[in-house]
């Protein structure tokens, strides 16, 4: 088929490549404009339009999917769009751009965690199972029929490895429905089941409530790291967390000590949550560089921090 790519992050790039070195056809990929990075706010690339260019791709930018986009789209007279995290909602005229139609890799198991951030909520809710969906894009959120779904273990440290190996595994079943959608054979099944909502993170939901259970606090630093980074106050600033785990078996920190105490025991650094400890592996004080929470500790001694959630 002739098929357009959209797509905008680091997590589109496996699926791009692997449609790239199909029978398919890239007519053009999609992506959005250049964008400030970093604390000088230089203008760069996505990591799409980067690879794009690699692979000798045509490309087109657009923030918004209207006007002038539209008519670019419906001359390439394409037969499906692949879609992975471009990152703007395609309207009625927007999906009437190609034949079949446009078609997204989402990563969880729809109707589960729709929306901007599945990985994330799936992390923080503490779940253990999830997996990729293929879907026809329609007008409501993340809604549509469902052509290819693989469930996958959702074991991984932090949302980065989580999001690198769903966009690895998941890229194959993309290539696997258009392969579908160009034969004939598609089977589109409507979604049933209980659905959930899957919002942007925002710095609110990386504060780590440390009264919690001690597995719910490390669900929560998993689901947010590393952006935009778990974190908990201390002077009044916040600092953020990294690498938080359950105590390996046979260590036990004797001793009581208050919610909130971050310590070292037997040379581990050792976080009190409200049932246990977890362990720490760097803190990144306000305004500073990340560093091993066990320098930190030689640096500065047992700290408390403050172990409430925000209202």
């Known amino acids: 088929m002739d098929i357009v790519f959209a797509g905008t992050p680091d997590v589109a790039v496996p699926a791009l490549e692997a449609l790239a070195g199909s029978e398919h056809r890239i007519r053009a990929v999609l992506t959005r404009p250049d964008a400030p990075v970093?604390?000088?706010?230089?203008?760069?690339?996505?990591p799409v339009k980067t690879r794009a260019l690699e692979l000798g791709l045509d490309v087109i930018e657009a923030d918004r999917l209207r006007g002038d986009v539209i008519a670019e789209l419906r001359a390439l007279e394409v037969d499906a769009v692949a879609v992975v995290a471009?990152?703007?909602i395609a309207g009625p005229a927007a999906l009437a751009t190609a034949r079949l139609g446009w078609f997204n890799l989402h990563f969880s198991l729809l109707?589960?965690?729709?929306?901007?951030?599945?990985?994330?909520?799936?992390?923080?809710d503490g779940a253990r199972r999830s997996g990729v969906s293929v879907f026809?894009?329609?007008?409501?959120?993340d809604t549509g029929p469902v052509l290819r779904r693989l469930e996958l273990d959702l074991d991984h440290p932090d949302v980065a490895a989580a999001l690198?190996?769903?966009?690895?595994?998941?890229?194959?079943?993309?290539?696997?429905?258009?392969?579908d959608l160009a034969a004939g054979t598609a089977v589109e099944t409507p979604q049933t089941?209980?659905?959930?909502h899957a919002e942007k993170i925002t710095v609110a939901d990386a504060h780590l409530d440390l009264a919690s259970p001690a597995a719910r606090v490390i669900d929560r630093a998993r689901g947010t790291s590393p952006a935009p980074g778990p974190w908990v106050e201390f002077g009044g600033k916040r600092t953020k967390l990294f690498g938080l785990a359950a105590p390996p078996d046979g260590i036990d920190a004797a001793g009581e000590a208050p919610v909130g105490t971050l310590t070292s025991w037997n040379k581990t650094p050792?976080?009190?949550?409200?049932?246990?400890?977890v362990t720490v592996a760097e803190i990144q004080p306000f305004g500073k560089p990340r560093m091993a929470a066990a320098d930190f500790l030689r640096g500065h001694g047992d700290i408390t921090f403050d172990p409430h959630q925000e209202a």
């Open 136 to 141: 026809r894009i329609d007008e409501g959120m």
């Open 270 to 277: 050792v976080l009190r949550c409200g049932d246990g400890w």
């Open 86 to 88: 471009f990152g703007a």
């Open 38 to 46: 970093g604390r000088k706010r230089v203008l760069t690339p996505s």
């Open 111 to 124: 109707p589960a965690y729709r929306g901007a951030a599945p990985v994330q909520r799936a992390l923080i």
């Open 193 to 196: 089941g209980a659905a959930s």
């Open 164 to 179: 690198d190996d769903y966009a690895r595994r998941g890229a194959p079943e993309l290539v696997a429905a258009m392969n």
